[in-house]
C-alpha cells in the first residue's frame, strides 16, 4: 500500500516490494499451501509447541510429526498478493512484470482452490479452519477467508464476479456467530441485535461467548466488500454503530479518560492498540 503511494516514476519501493514479496512466497508457500511457520524455521508440524501453552499440539495423525495449515493463513496470503497486484496494475508492465503478475495470479487461484477444495469451504458442513489438528471455529478466522475470497473473486469465479456461492458462504457463516436470523420476509427491527459473537453460538451460548471489537469490524468490513444489498443490511450496520458506541464508553468505566478509544470486547473493557488500529484500517480497507 505504501508503494502504490510512490510516483510511478519512482521503480526504488516498487523492486522493494517485489524483494519482500519473493521472500515471502520463498518461506512461506509450499507449492500448494501457506505454511504458519517459515520454511528456514521448519514451517508448521505438530512437534512445534504451542505459543500459548508451551504443549506439543493435539494431532489428528498417529505420526510422530506431520504439518499442519490454518485457513487464516492462506486468506491473509491472498490478501497481501492481491495487493501487489495493485501495485503491478499501477506501473507499466515489462516482460519481468507481466511474469510476476501471471505468477501471482496463479498462487492466488490455487490458494483460493485450496480454501475451497481442501478446507472445504464449498459446502459451509465440510468446512474446517485448521488440516492436520483438530480446532474448533471462530469468526476471526472464517472471517478473514470470507473476506479474502470476496476480494478475489474475479480471479476465483471470473465468469461472475458476484458469484452466490459466496453469499450463500457469507449468510450462514452470519448465521453461525450471531442469534439474530430472520426469516425470509420477516420485518426487520433496528434495534435487533446483529452483531457477531467469536465462537459459534452452537458451540457456545452468549453467556460463555464474546464478542470482539475486532470480528465485528472484521464482518462489517466484509459487507462492504461484498456489496450487495440485502433487507437486514441497514439494521445490521446499525447494530455494528451501536456495539462500537458502546465499545467507546468502556475507556470511561475505570476513572480514565480514553478519548472514546475502543475497547477490546464486551467482556474485556480494557482499551488496547489492536481494537484500535484494526478498526481504522477496516473502516477504510478494503476499497
Same mark, same amino acid.
Given at each position: 500500500m505504501l508503494a502504490q503511494t510512490e510516483s510511478s516514476e519512482s521503480g526504488t519501493v516498487h523492486n522493494q516490494q517485489s524483494l519482500i514479496l519473493k521472500q515471502f512466497i520463498d518461506q512461506f508457500w509450499n507449492g500448494k499451501r501457506w @505454511?504458519?511457520?517459515?520454511?528456514?524455521? #521448519?514451517?508448521? &508440524? &505438530?512437534l512445534r509447541p504451542s505459543a500459548s501453552s508451551g504443549k506439543k499440539t493435539n494431532r489428528e495423525s498417529s505420526s510422530e510429526d506431520v504439518p499442519y495449515f490454518r485457513v487464516v493463513d492462506q486468506a491473509l496470503a491472498v490478501l497481501a498478493l492481491l495487493e501487489h497486484i495493485k501495485l503491478l %496494475?499501477?506501473? $507499466?508492465?515489462d516482460a519481468t512484470r507481466k511474469s510476476e503478475h501471471e *505468477? !501471482?495470479? *496463479?498462487i492466488i487461484q490455487? &490458494?483460493?482452490? #485450496? !480454501?475451497?477444495? %481442501?478446507f472445504g469451504y464449498n459446502k459451509l458442513s465440510t468446512?474446517?479452519?485448521?488440516? #492436520? !489438528?483438530? =480446532?474448533?471455529h471462530n469468526f476471526w478466522h472464517e472471517g478473514w477467508t470470507i473476506l479474502a475470497l470476496s476480494c478475489a473473486r474475479e480471479y476465483?469465479?471470473?465468469? %461472475? &464476479?458476484? $458469484?452466490?456461492?459466496l453469499q450463500l458462504l457469507w449468510n450462514g457463516i452470519e448465521k453461525l456467530y450471531t442469534t439474530s436470523s430472520p426469516s425470509i420476509g420477516e420485518k426487520v427491527s433496528e434495534d435487533v441485535d446483529y452483531t457477531i459473537y467469536h465462537w459459534p453460538i452452537s458451540e457456545k451460548d452468549i453467556n460463555s461467548n464474546v464478542r470482539y471489537c475486532g470480528d465485528n469490524k472484521l464482518a462489517y468490513a466484509i459487507r462492504r466488500s461484498m456489496r450487495y444489498e440485502t433487507a437486514t443490511s441497514d439494521a445490521k450496520d446499525a447494530a455494528f454503530w451501536r456495539? !462500537? %458506541?458502546m465499545l467507546r464508553s468502556n475507556g470511561d468505566r475505570d476513572g480514565h479518560d480514553y478519548h472514546n478509544l475502543a475497547s477490546v470486547a464486551d467482556v474485556? @473493557?480494557?482499551? =488496547?492498540? *489492536?481494537?484500535?488500529? $484494526?478498526l481504522a484500517a477496516l473502516l477504510l480497507w478494503p476499497t
Amino acid at each position: 500500500m505504501l508503494a502504490q503511494t510512490e510516483s510511478s516514476e519512482s521503480g526504488t519501493v516498487h523492486n522493494q516490494q517485489s524483494l519482500i514479496l519473493k521472500q515471502f512466497i520463498d518461506q512461506f508457500w509450499n507449492g500448494k499451501r501457506w @505454511t504458519t511457520i517459515s520454511k528456514s524455521q #521448519g514451517s508448521g &508440524t &505438530t512437534l512445534r509447541p504451542s505459543a500459548s501453552s508451551g504443549k506439543k499440539t493435539n494431532r489428528e495423525s498417529s505420526s510422530e510429526d506431520v504439518p499442519y495449515f490454518r485457513v487464516v493463513d492462506q486468506a491473509l496470503a491472498v490478501l497481501a498478493l492481491l495487493e501487489h497486484i495493485k501495485l503491478l %496494475d499501477s506501473t $507499466e508492465k515489462d516482460a519481468t512484470r507481466k511474469s510476476e503478475h501471471e *505468477h !501471482i495470479v *496463479h498462487i492466488i487461484q490455487t &490458494t483460493c482452490k #485450496g !480454501i475451497l477444495n %481442501d478446507f472445504g469451504y464449498n459446502k459451509l458442513s465440510t468446512a474446517r479452519t485448521y488440516l #492436520g !489438528i483438530n =480446532r474448533n471455529h471462530n469468526f476471526w478466522h472464517e472471517g478473514w477467508t470470507i473476506l479474502a475470497l470476496s476480494c478475489a473473486r474475479e480471479y476465483v469465479w471470473p465468469m %461472475d &464476479t458476484r $458469484e452466490g456461492h459466496l453469499q450463500l458462504l457469507w449468510n450462514g457463516i452470519e448465521k453461525l456467530y450471531t442469534t439474530s436470523s430472520p426469516s425470509i420476509g420477516e420485518k426487520v427491527s433496528e434495534d435487533v441485535d446483529y452483531t457477531i459473537y467469536h465462537w459459534p453460538i452452537s458451540e457456545k451460548d452468549i453467556n460463555s461467548n464474546v464478542r470482539y471489537c475486532g470480528d465485528n469490524k472484521l464482518a462489517y468490513a466484509i459487507r462492504r466488500s461484498m456489496r450487495y444489498e440485502t433487507a437486514t443490511s441497514d439494521a445490521k450496520d446499525a447494530a455494528f454503530w451501536r456495539f !462500537i %458506541d458502546m465499545l467507546r464508553s468502556n475507556g470511561d468505566r475505570d476513572g480514565h479518560d480514553y478519548h472514546n478509544l475502543a475497547s477490546v470486547a464486551d467482556v474485556y @473493557t480494557q482499551v =488496547r492498540l *489492536h481494537p484500535n488500529t $484494526e478498526l481504522a484500517a477496516l473502516l477504510l480497507w478494503p476499497t
